[in-house]
């Protein structure tokens, strides 16, 4: 059984810092494009960043050199590190592991707060 579980969201003033963790269990991250999405109220769900088997990165142009995913695989985890956070950075924070032919999983989601 396969699970991706967030977790170091929170609330954060603007211009501050969190790191995300995506730890999996059931599938090898190193082998799978791990992602980040969000989901503000009243959006739909969004990529943020992406980290391929490969290593090659992606991130959405809102979140460019503030955001940068990462991978651990001895760790069996993923990151994503988000500095000079702005209030529209509010959102629901998903993992998802993504193989084509293999699977495509979601994590459950966690709140990240930008607000004073």
């Known amino acids: 059984q396969v699970q991706l579980v967030e977790s170091g969201g929170g609330l954060v003033q603007p211009g501050g810092s969190l790191k995300l963790s995506c730890s999996a269990s059931?599938?090898?991250?190193?082998?799978?494009?791990m992602g980040w999405y969000r989901q503000g109220s009243g959006n739909e769900r969004e990529l943020v960043a992406t980290?391929?088997?490969?290593?090659?990165?992606n991130y959405a142009d809102s979140v460019k050199g503030r955001f940068t995913i990462s991978r651990d695989g001895a760790k069996n985890a993923v990151y994503l590190q988000m500095n000079s956070l702005k209030p529209e950075d509010t959102a629901v924070y998903y993992c998802?592991?993504?193989?084509?032919?293999?699977?495509?999983?979601w994590g459950q989601g966690i709140q990240v707060i930008v607000s004073s």
């Open positions: 980290v391929t088997s490969g290593g090659s990165t």
């Open positions: 998802r592991a993504l193989r084509l032919g293999a699977g495509n999983y």
């Open positions: 059931g599938i090898r991250v190193s082998i799978y494009t």
